[in-house]
T-cell receptor, first 112, second 111 residues
Framework: SQTIHQWPATLVQPVGSPLSLECTVE??????LYWYRQAAGRGLQLLFY??????ISSEVPQNLSASRPQDRQFILSSKKLLLSDSGFYLC???????????FGPGTRLTVT | QKEVEQNSGPLSVPEGAIASLNCTYS??????FFWYRQYSGKSPELIMS????GDKEDGRFTAQLNKASQYVSLLIRDSQPSDSATYLC???????????FGPGTSLSVIP
């Protein structure tokens, strides 16, 4: 079965600072990978997804970017954080016979 | 019309009762359907997947799928306070790479 690691677990950053969140996956090869954001009390917003190394699809135009330097590594970045970037960031992978999606533990980001 | 819609909450049921969660989807080519449970402050956890019409049972949980009506539901029998969470419905089109999530329904089981 797949295991998804995310770090850090929590992060407090000032407005205008850079961001780098990392996600790694164990137990599978060539997974589809996803970044979601969940604002407080809201649903999941898909930010990026990747079907392979170097292949990134963006769902929402914003000041965030994603990269996939290795098969099982997915990175979410920003050059300058906004207050509106605060939220719960979730990395997910796709697997299983019915295309189940599995989530990592998440990173809670607070931009001050 | 939103791609995946769920009954608005919050939903409150007494302990031991049946909780019924509903979901409709707009894309007829959707192939697989999922229910996730999300506790406050935690990541979503997959509890059921279904891709054929009919019922699928797993312990106290039963998922029901009706592709003709574009409807999927989750029944929780003998509800427990530990079932209190937000339940997310999700669908995927087999040939696509994105899972589409509904907004979620908050369930509260009252002891």
């Amino acid at each position: 079965s797949q295991t998804i690691h995310q770090w850090p677990a929590t992060l407090v950053q000032p407005v205008g600072s850079p961001l780098s969140l990392e996600c790694t996956v164990e137990g599978t090869s060539n997974p589809n990978l996803y970044w979601y954001r969940q604002a407080a009390g809201r649903g999941l917003q898909l930010l990026f997804y990747s079907v392979g190394i170097g292949q990134i699809s963006s769902e929402v135009p914003q000041n965030l970017s994603a990269s996939r330097p290795q098969d099982r590594q997915f990175i979410l970045s920003s050059k300058k954080l906004l207050l509106s970037d605060s939220g719960f960031y979730l990395c997910a992978s796709l697997g299983g016979l019915a295309y189940e999606q599995y989530f990592g533990p998440g990173t809670r980001l607070t931009v001050t | 019309q939103k791609e995946v819609e769920q009954n608005s909450g919050p939903l409150s049921v007494p302990e031991g009762a049946i909780a019924s969660l509903n979901c409709t989807y707009s894309d007829r080519v959707s192939q697989s359907f999922f229910w996730y449970r999300q506790y406050s402050g935690k990541s979503p956890e997959l509890i059921m997947s279904i891709y054929s019409n009919g019922d699928k049972e797993d312990g106290r949980f039963t998922a029901q799928l009706n592709k003709a009506s574009q409807y999927v539901s989750l029944l929780i029998r003998d509800s427990q306070p530990s079932d209190s969470a937000t339940y997310l419905c999700a669908v995927i089109r087999a040939s696509y790479d994105k899972v589409i999530f509904g907004p979620g329904t908050s369930l509260s089981v009252i002891p």
